[in-house]
């Protein structure tokens, strides 16, 4: 399995605070990803990283952003977290040609 | 972007049967994805795939890239194949993916 862990696994937090959500790789790879995964939808894009500093928006992006400041690690903030933002993230890794996507583990974020 | 559309969302099946999961898309693709979702857990890539037919244990994938369409089967089902199966597009420009909803499969022993 390809190195790749979430923390924290479980988040409650209050309307209006900030909270991050990290992700890390220890099999270099280029492209990371972070999806929020909701009942009814498929897995959704929020931003990805195809390098250190290198970061893109994905179809659901507003009210997150990202930070790759080494290539193992992809940071996911939430500024000022709505109870919209409850939902499940997964961080996958690959996905360039010919390779497949490797997730973590998830965290379970709940915004009260 | 590629719709991604899978069907059923919902399966139930005897041990021992064969399943069937469908996927369909809109755009041509550079891979086929499947994969797997436990309840509670995590996701892991079953299958990558841009022609033919691919096999892992009981698990096939096949894709028809003249139909647009991909099939996971599952042989022999056994309870502990309970679990979500997705299938995903990409990558796309960007290295996006497009990712199907999921067909929620109950193997009953």
């Not at chain 1, 309307?15 to 492209?31: K, S, W």
């Not at chain 1, 931003?47 to 952003?65: L, M, Q």
């Not at chain 2, 069907?7 to 809109?26: K, R, V």
Request: charged share 15%; hydrophobic share 30%; proline share 4%.
């Amino acid at each position: 399995d390809a190195g790749i862990t979430q923390s924290p696994r479980h988040k409650v937090t209050e309307t209006g605070t900030p909270v991050t959500l990290r992700c890390h790789q220890t099999e270099n790879h280029r492209y990371m990803y972070w999806y929020r995964q909701d009942p009814g939808h498929g897995l959704r894009l929020i931003h990805y990283s195809y390098g250190v500093k290198d970061t893109d928006k994905g179809e659901v992006s507003d009210g997150y952003s990202v930070s790759r400041s080494k290539t193992e690690d992809f940071l996911l903030t939430l500024e000022s977290a709505t109870s919209s933002q409850t939902s499940v993230y997964f961080c996958a890794i690959g996905g360039g040609a010919n390779e497949k996507l490797f997730f973590g583990s998830g965290t379970q974020l709940s915004v009260l | 972007k590629n719709e991604v559309e899978q069907s059923p969302q919902n399966l139930t099946a005897q041990e021992g049967e064969f399943i069937t999961i469908n996927c369909s898309y809109s755009v041509g693709i550079s891979a086929l994805h499947w994969l797997q979702q436990h309840p509670g857990g995590g996701i892991v890539s079953l299958f990558m795939l841009s022609s033919g037919k691919k096999k892992h244990g009981r698990l096939i994938a096949t894709i028809n890239i003249q139909e647009k369409h991909s099939s996971l089967h599952i042989t022999a089902s056994h309870p502990r194949d309970s679990a979500v199966y997705i299938c995903a597009d990409g990558p796309n420009t960007g290295n996006q993916f497009y990712f199907g909803t999921g067909t929620s499969l109950t193997v009953i022993p």
